[in-house]
């Protein structure tokens, strides 16, 4: 029989039937993945993040940050990488969190011809040997993408992560909303509809895209490449209305006095926030569906993988038209694909001028052979395709032996 003087027994009954204490302790916990969240989803007109656990966390921690630097976005870049400037091969460490979540989903996104390529090495041009290559596997792929004229750089597309938000911020109100129809209890209704508010707010502040894209627009051509040893490289032709890269990777963030302002305010709001919250007392269950509902969705946000016009930086696989059978046009995606990283380096010297030396030093940091270093003093295309097809008659005449 149970002893109704068991004291141990009723606090332990107390805390599973109303979870009155635990869902204050979880909202200052979390505070980095609403961070990456906000990263990922800001930039439009509303930001429509759920409300969840930790954001009373994320709100001190950005208050820190506006007394200091001043910034937002505070997640350091996801990956190395670096950007070149094809046109004079300046190398910058890249800086910009936007920058390395858009090169570390690059597999998510890469567009089907590249992926084919990855698995099939592909000449810039018909040089007799693909036969050859048949079964070989590329040691780099270099892909030249141009900015989208249906999207606008700096102006995120709507996808299914944005969407989510909304989703997911109405089934919280419609869960919050049970103990009000059927007890006649509003307060989690309240809490949840407040911190709602807040959400939303706190990802309506303008130095958010300013901060994600923070670049000059200008035309010029830069790659992006994790560096030497990787297997792809992005080149992104420069358009009058697109985005510098260059300057993105830098990451300079603008200093809005404004930002201080709301910063503070939502801290002082969220603080708020966080004391009225323990005055609720009763249905608390509801509360923590609705938070853990919240964090699940923040989750899914600050990893989801996402294409380009997403992020706000809408490029597309450029592509030659060349003509077919029968003079139809026919498109040739701009991929240069070899089975040795020089081979592709050389291929695309040669067809865009100065575009392959530039990534040289990235990839050859050391002394050449003495045939490319022939190579790339010769200023004779003819001489260039002979020492290149003589290398690579070498190279399969050992490969085949």
């Known amino acids: 029989m149970s002893n109704p003087d068991d004291i141990p027994a009723s606090y332990f009954r107390e805390q599973w039937t109303e979870a009155a204490d635990v869902f204050t302790v979880l909202f200052i916990l979390g505070g980095d993945v609403v961070q990456l969240a906000l990263a990922a989803v800001t930039g439009d007109v509303i930001a429509p993040l759920a409300f969840s656990f930790g954001w009373v966390a994320y709100a001190i921690s950005a208050l820190l940050s506006a007394i200091g630097e001043n910034r937002l976005v505070r997640c350091p870049p996801e990956v190395s990488m670096v950007v070149i400037n094809v046109k004079n091969g300046y190398t910058r460490a890249n800086q910009s969190w936007l920058l390395s979540r858009f090169m570390k989903t690059y597999t998510y996104w890469m567009p089907a011809e590249v992926r084919d390529a990855e698995q099939n090495p592909r000449p810039a041009s018909d040089d007799g040997f693909e036969i050859q290559r048949m079964g070989g596997h590329t040691a780099l792929c270099v892909s030249v993408y141009h900015w989208s004229a249906t999207g606008k750089p700096g102006v995120p597309a709507r996808d299914w992560v ?187 010297e040669m067809n865009y001028e100065n575009w392959g030396r530039s990534l040289l030093g990235e990839f050859f940091p050391g002394n050449l052979m003495s045939w490319e270093e022939q190579w790339w003093n010769s200023a004779d295309p003819q001489e260039r395709r002979l020492l290149l097809k003589q290398a690579k008659e070498k190279y399969f005449q050992k490969r085949t032996a």
């Open 162 to 348: 944005w969407w989510s938000g909304l989703v997911v911020t109405v089934l919280q109100l419609g869960i919050a909303a049970v103990p009000f129809g059927l007890y006649d209890d509003w307060s989690v209704f309240l809490i949840t509809a407040a911190g709602t508010l807040l959400v939303y707010v706190t990802g309506t502040m303008p130095q958010w895209r300013r901060e994600k894209w923070q670049a000059r627009r200008q035309k010029k051509d830069v790659a992006l490449t994790l560096g030497n040893g990787t297997k792809h490289v992005i080149i992104v032709q420069g358009a009058d209305f697109g985005l510098d890269l260059e300057d993105l990777a830098a990451n300079i963030a603008p200093d809005m006095f404004s930002t201080r302002i709301y910063t503070f305010a939502l801290a002082v709001f969220w603080l708020l926030f966080l004391f009225t919250s323990t005055a609720a007392r009763s249905h608390t269950w509801f509360l923590l569906a609705v938070g853990g509902l919240g964090m699940l969705h923040n989750l899914t946000v600050a990893g989801a993988p996402r294409y380009p016009g997403s992020l706000g930086l809408p490029i597309e696989l450029s592509k030659n038209v060349s003509a077919g059978v029968g003079g139809t046009p026919h498109e040739d995606p701009v991929i240069f694909a070899e089975m040795k990283v020089m081979w592709t380096l050389m291929e695309l």
